[in-house]
């Protein structure tokens, strides 16, 4: 499974961006899809994912302000980023789970992206 994430990009502290994610290859709708975020000098740490069922999980410093949505036909994941802070500012990664569950442990996803660059600027 191949994950390629797009969207980075510089916004003013309040702004909005939007991250997408394709998935290829070995592919299922039966996956988690997800977000993590890694701040210089801090670690991974868990943003937002989507079952296999399409529920919703958030990290409590983005829930309100993100949301999270998937598209199974397209194998795509998206994170709708809005009332952006300048602590969102980090290296954002999408994530997928072969077991369909979500968890916020970041060494239980099977597949990585490459990353995608936010910057939010006060």
């Known amino acids: 499974v191949q994950l390629q994430a797009s969207g980075r990009g510089l916004v003013q502290a309040g702004g909005s961006l939007t991250l997408s994610c394709a998935a290829s290859?070995?592919?299922?709708?039966?996956?988690?899809l997800g977000w993590f975020r890694q701040a210089p000098g801090k670690e991974r740490e868990f943003v937002s994912a989507?079952?296999?069922?399409?529920?919703?999980y958030y990290a409590d410093s983005v829930k309100g302000r993100f949301t999270i949505s998937r598209d199974n036909a397209k194998n795509t994941v998206k994170l709708q980023m809005n009332s952006l802070k300048v602590e969102d500012t980090a290296v954002y990664y999408c994530?997928?789970?072969?077991?369909?569950?979500?968890?916020?442990?970041?060494?239980?996803?099977?597949?990585w992206g490459q990353g995608t660059l936010v910057t939010v600027s006060s």
């Open positions: 994530a997928a789970r072969v077991s369909g569950y979500v968890t916020a442990a970041r060494f239980e996803y099977d597949y």
């Open positions: 989507s079952s296999w069922t399409g529920a919703p």
């Open positions: 290859g070995r592919t299922s709708s039966l996956y988690a």
